[in-house]
């Protein structure tokens, strides 16, 4: 049976109402990029314009036929037709392990009249984070060193901890260079990390996206599913590199934050794992 590759962006992504579509499809990346600038369309779901200048985030799958017609009749499209809602081309899409040419399913001109308000993230869920309230954060970096917050007196944010989130699929690298030395990353290439899950109020998100530099874009706020005691934790909000560069081993201040605030929560498998690797990189400077 033939399958295609695709990219999707709004109301198709995991725990959105329209994933059932593709209930089955094999996951490639829930970390996928590419070029185009999104809008909230005012009913319900996003568009996607062609532009070279701006990025869309999404997910990529390996879907069937049937789900790709499926695809086609929710997206309002048909190879011949010349009122189509959306058009469906074949683009490039990044991801953490690579390129992938894949379907996606752009607005047609003669309906750009429906792009509402453009969505700066490039990010559908990301654009309705404001409207949780509390949230759940996972802390897989210097972040679960509460000794930070204090000194930022931001500590009455963090306060609840949820638990131990397990999140499989990604390994911890440092892929950012900074003058003294790497920061950590999440990457999409297999294996757990592990962190601290905190309940977060909304008033939170902007000390986080400053510290984590999203304006500049340093990081960017995605969503994952993790663990907490066996239990699924679904659209947990954390945060990735956006331009991820060779590892780099991190300052001895950064790698101390980051066992400090794990010590107590994290498995001591897990710390040495860490603790291991850190000493791997610094014999490589």
């Known amino acids: 049976m033939e399958r295609y590759f695709v990219f999707v962006y709004g109301t198709l992504r995991r725990h959105e109402r329209n994933h059932y579509l593709i209930k089955g499809a094999e996951l490639v ?14 009913f319900g779901y996003p ?6 200048a701006d990025v869309v985030y999404g997910e990529l799958y390996l879907v069937t036929e049937d789900q790709l017609h499926r695809l086609d009749e929710l ?20 991801h953490d392990t690579g390129k992938t040419k894949a379907y996606i399913y752009t607005i047609a001109k003669h309906n750009s009249h429906i ?9 559908w869920k990301e654009y309705h984070l404001r409207k949780q309230d509390p949230i759940l954060y996972f802390a897989y970096g210097s972040c679960m060193d509460h000794a930070r917050f204090k000194l930022a007196k931001v500590d009455q944010y963090f306060q609840k901890v949820t638990g ?14 900074m003058p003294d030395g790497g920061r950590a990353d999440i990457v999409e290439e297999g294996g757990v990390v592990e962190g601290k899950v905190y309940e977060i ?24 599913d993790l663990f907490i005691n066996g239990s699924l934790y679904k659209d947990v909000l954390t945060f990735t590199v956006v331009n991820k560069e060779a590892e780099t081993a991190p300052p001895e201040h950064y790698s101390d934050e980051i066992i400090r605030g794990g010590t107590g929560f994290l498995s001591e498998a897990y710390l040495e794992k860490l603790k ?10």
């Open 29 to 42: 990346a829930e970390q996928a990029w590419t070029e185009g600038k999104l809008f909230d369309t005012g």
């Open 75 to 94: 997206e309002g499209y048909s190879v011949k037709a010349l009122d189509n809602l959306y058009n469906r081309k074949i683009q490039l899409i990044s």
């Open 276 to 285: 291991y690797h850190i000493n791997i990189l610094c014999k490589q400077r």
């Open 201 to 224: 109020p909304t008033d939170c998100v902007p000390y986080l996206y400053k510290r984590e530099g999203v304006g500049s874009r340093l990081y960017r706020p995605t969503f994952v």
């Open 164 to 177: 131990t989130g397990i999140l499989n699929g990604y390994t911890l690298r440092y892929t950012v260079t």
């Open 47 to 52: 568009a996607l314009q062609e532009s070279a």
């Open 115 to 123: 792009l509402k308000t453009p969505i700066k993230s490039g990010d």
